[in-house]
């Protein structure tokens, strides 16, 4: 009896089997000119994609990257104006934007920002530095600082509060306790002297060996008053 059941449903199997194969070759036969049309297609959609990223968008990267390096030159040697609008023989950072976008990577808004910061131009600053998408935690978090200080030049404290305490958040380094000092004076601007009390105690406590620690028993002094 035991083996009867056994055939019984192995016989089922097989014609399960049968019957989805059966399936598959009509669905094949009947779709076989779409399915030809679907494959052919993702194959000329992937070559053309690596066409493009071959022949056009590499090339295209080491144009802007070639096209960025004497602005960055100028850039570290503190030469902000010329590092953003170029001499009319070397493409500024404003103008690498406009041609090649991100193709000579993300920092370019990053020193954009800078430069409109450093030459009084806050709200352009602010502008390309909130389009830095880089996720290097280090700098993004100078990025967010800049806009802070930007902020600030324009009378925005409260802006300028997020901006600091997300850069103190971003990266622990050396560069926090800066960061922190800075949100604290904005908060006392505000007339907000708690939370600027918790933002130099943050220095005190966790940061005693920084430059900023130094003197910041005396900002805290100031801000209890």
């Known amino acids: 009896m035991a083996t009867t059941n056994q055939k019984t449903q192995e016989e089922v199997r097989k014609e399960n089997i049968e019957a989805t194969v059966s399936k598959t070759e009509k669905f094949l036969n009947e779709n076989q000119k779409t399915i030809w049309t679907v494959l052919i297609a993702i194959l000329v959609i992937g070559l053309a994609v690596l066409a493009y990223s071959k022949f056009i968008y590499t090339p295209k990267c080491a144009e802007a990257m070639a096209a960025a390096y004497p602005a960055e030159a100028s850039f570290q040697a503190g030469e902000?104006?010329?590092?953003?609008?170029?001499?009319?023989?070397?493409?500024?950072?404003?103008?690498?934007?406009?041609?090649?976008?991100?193709?000579?990577?993300?920092?370019?808004?990053?020193?954009?920002?800078?430069?409109?910061?450093?030459l009084g131009e806050y709200e352009d600053a602010i502008s390309y530095l909130a389009r830095y998408k880089g996720k290097e935690p280090i700098l993004a978090a100078r990025a967010l600082a800049c806009q802070g200080d930007a902020y600030v030049a324009l009378g925005d404290c409260q802006a300028a509060v997020k901006c600091y305490v997300a850069a103190a958040g971003?990266?622990?380094?050396?560069?926090?306790?800066?960061?922190?000092?800075?949100?604290?004076?904005?908060?006392?601007?505000?007339?907000?002297?708690?939370?600027?009390?918790?933002?130099?105690?943050?220095?005190?406590?966790?940061?005693?060996?920084?430059?900023?620690?130094?003197?910041?028993?005396?900002?805290?002094?100031?801000?209890?008053?």
């Open 80 to 118: 902000y104006e010329l590092a953003l609008n170029g001499d009319g023989n070397v493409a500024g950072f404003e103008q690498i934007i406009s041609d090649y976008g991100t193709k000579a990577g993300k920092d370019v808004y990053f020193y954009a920002g800078v430069c409109k910061l450093q």
């Open 170 to 225: 971003k990266a622990d380094n050396a560069f926090t306790p800066n960061y922190l000092v800075k949100a604290g004076q904005a908060y006392e601007q505000l007339g907000d002297k708690e939370s600027a009390v918790k933002m130099y105690r943050r220095i005190k406590d966790n940061y005693p060996m920084s430059i900023e620690s130094y003197d910041i028993d005396r900002y805290i002094s100031a801000a209890e008053e």
